[in-house]
Structure formats: structure tokens, C-alpha cells
């Protein structure tokens, strides 16, 4: 089905060059604030207190973190839990403060407000424990990248492997660097959303691949470049389908889900917005620049011997 019909090529390739300084200087400037400025780890990270409060009727969110807000705790993170009457708070590390003491503040502040509520629980999260977690996140994205790159050099070949991984990383780099520069919370739910971008922008990598190895075997007279932006203007009814109807929903996600989902959400929708710019400019250009051709991809047929079969 293709509801954008597109009469011409697009000539993408003339503009590598273009996307190429683009992508250089985005990625520099990703890693240069991550490495300067650093993520802001949430709590799940850095170790903080943990508390389930209860309510006799359905909590106010907003009204809590602005309880939090008054104590001078505006970084912790508040989220109903089960049901709308259950409360989770996170609460950062206070040096001034033992896990006790901070919950027994906490709890008196929101009993101040409303007295229906009830503590179910309190866990203190160590910071050996974040250590833990931040550095499983890590092995994660590392085995996913090495994943990706062995299954397109076993689907395609080599160089169409190291296209999709740069481009995928050059994804993942960047959402870290909008989070480092604007120092948004990066939690377990955003490292969820930097995973779920990789396997989202390596099937539009393939999708893009498939199609140039389509093409190399009808346009047998087409340069590469030729090849290649034909086969992204081919599949752009798709993309632009696909991802506007994956946009919307994690728009409304972003506006309507509240605080809880809005980082997640958030590094969903840069994630998915240069998934495209990345499967588009950076892979494909990377496998022009790595030299790739028809031979490839496709098997030189074999030419039968003149005297094959013949009698002597």
C-alpha cells in the first residue's frame, strides 16, 4: 500500500555530503556535552529511599510533588502504583538525612495535607546497587550493537553490518546528549526507550537494505548511488506511514501520560525523529563510502564452458 506516491527519485546521495557535516557535528557536540555536563541519573541509578504510601481515595499527583517541592525535593520522582490510590516516591540520596528520617518527614508533610494516608513501605536503594544497574544498562546497549552487526553482515554483508551500527549508535548518542545538554532525569524507563530505538532504527536499516539489494538485481545499468536513492524514495510511503502513525501515539503519550512517561516519551520521540534522518543519510552514505557494489550482494553468474557437454 502506498499512500505517498513519488513520481521522481529523490536524489538523497547528492546530499551526503550535506548530512555528513550535519551527523559529524551533532555527534561531536552529544559527546562533548555527555562527557562535560554527564547524564542526570535518577534514583534508580544513584541509590535514594523508596516509599509506597496508600490514600482512601484516588491520590493527587500534582499536590504530592508539590509537597516534595516545599521540602526542597523537587528531583524526586512520584507515581501511582497498582492503583490510582497507591503512591510510589522516590526520593534522592540525603547526605544530612538516614532513609528513616527522610520517610518520616516525608510522611508527616503529606499527612499536613491529608491525613488518610498510610505508609506501606519503605526500601532504601543503595548506590552499589544503581552502580549495578547503570553498568548491566551498559552491557546491554553494548550486546544489542554486537547483535545488529552480526545479523546484517549475515543478511547483507559486512559493510551494510558497520553502516547499521554506526547509524544506530549515532541515534543512541544523540538522545544521550539531548538528555546530558538539557539535563533531564535518565532512568531505567529512558534506558528502556534508548533499547526499544535500536531494534526500531536496525528494522528500518533492513527495510532500506532490502530494497538496495532489490535494486541491484533489476537496474543492472544504475550506479550504486542510483541504486540507493532509488531504493529510499521507494520505501518513503512506508517510513513516512509507519513512523507518523508511531509519532502520534508517542506524542500523546508525551503530552497526555504525565510525568512518569514524559522522559520516556521524550527520548522516544528524538530517538524516532533521527532513526529516520540516520537510516536515510548516515547508513546509506556510510555504505557508499565503504565502496560497496553489485558484486556484493549478488553472485556473478557462472558461464558455461564452450565445449561443455561436447563429444570428442
Known sequence: MELFRFKHTIPFMKWRRVGAIISIATFILSVF????????????????????????????????????TALEMSDASVQNFGTSREV???????????????????LNALREVDSSVEMRRV????????QELLENGALALLFVSLGIVAYLAVRFEWKFGVAGIIANLHDVIIILGFFAFFQWEFSLTVLAAVLAILGYSVNESVVIFDRIRENFRKLRKASVTQVIDGAITQTMSRTIITHG????????????GGEVLYYFSLALTIGILFGIYSSIMVGSSIIVLLGVKREDLLKPEKKPLENDGAVV
Do not use: W
Not at 91 to 105: N, R, Y
Open 33 to 68: 556535552f555527555i562527557s562535560t555536563k554527564g547524564l542526570n541519573l535518577g534514583v534508580d541509578f544513584t541509590g535514594g529511599t523508596v516509599l509506597e504510601v496508600g490514600y482512601s481515595q484516588t491520590a493527587d499527583l500534582e499536590k504530592i510533588r508539590g509537597v516534595l
Open 88 to 106: 510510589l516516591i522516590r526520593l534522592p540520596i540525603k547526605p544530612e538525612f538516614s532513609s528513616a528520617q527522610l520517610s518520616e518527614i516525608v
Open 123 to 130: 526500601e532504601f536503594v543503595g548506590p552499589q546497587v544503581g
Open 245 to 256: 502513525s508511531t509519532q502520534m501515539v508517542v506524542i500523546a503519550m508525551l503530552i497526555f
